[in-house]
């Protein structure tokens, strides 16, 4: 039996759902890596990284190409760039929001400003 549509995405999402490969595949948006270059922007350990990107290859997301002794990665296509400006996108209105509701909290807990009177 397969499994519902609903759970496959909670499973995508679960997937994402790790500080390092939303790194990674931001990294990746604008072409092919190699895997030295991942962990200088990254900063954190070989073996650490190594296990994210196995994550990311084995879910498709992802891909890797050997180039002499140098392993690059690349996004498997172009939907999980869109996928990261839809969040960008989503997280700016959601934090705009709060924004202007943090306003309004800290304009309500002003004192209220002296009226001046011409003498």
């Known amino acids: 039996m397969q499994a519902p549509l609903y759970q496959v995405k ?17 990294l ?15 900063e954190i350990e070989p073996s650490n990284l190594s296990q994210q990107l196995a994550v990311l290859r084995r879910s498709g997301i992802v891909v890797s190409m050997r180039e002499g002794s140098t392993v ?4 498997a296509g172009g939907d ?8 960008r996108r989503i997280l700016t209105e959601l934090l705009t929001g709060q924004n202007e509701l943090l306003a309004e909290l800290q304009q309500a807990d002003a004192p209220p ?3 001046h009177t011409n003498t």
């Not at 948006?29 to 922007?41: F, I």
């Not at 690059?72 to 996004?75: G, H, I, S, T």
């Open 80 to 87: 999980v760039a869109e996928l990261l400006r839809a969040a």
């Open 10 to 26: 909670a499973e995508f999402f679960r997937m994402l759902g790790h500080p390092v490969r939303i790194r990674v595949l931001e």
């Open 113 to 115: 400003q002296p009226l």
């Open 72 to 75: 690059r990665y690349a996004l």
């Open 28 to 42: 990746l948006q604008h072409g092919p890596v190699s895997v030295r270059d991942l962990l200088a922007d990254i």
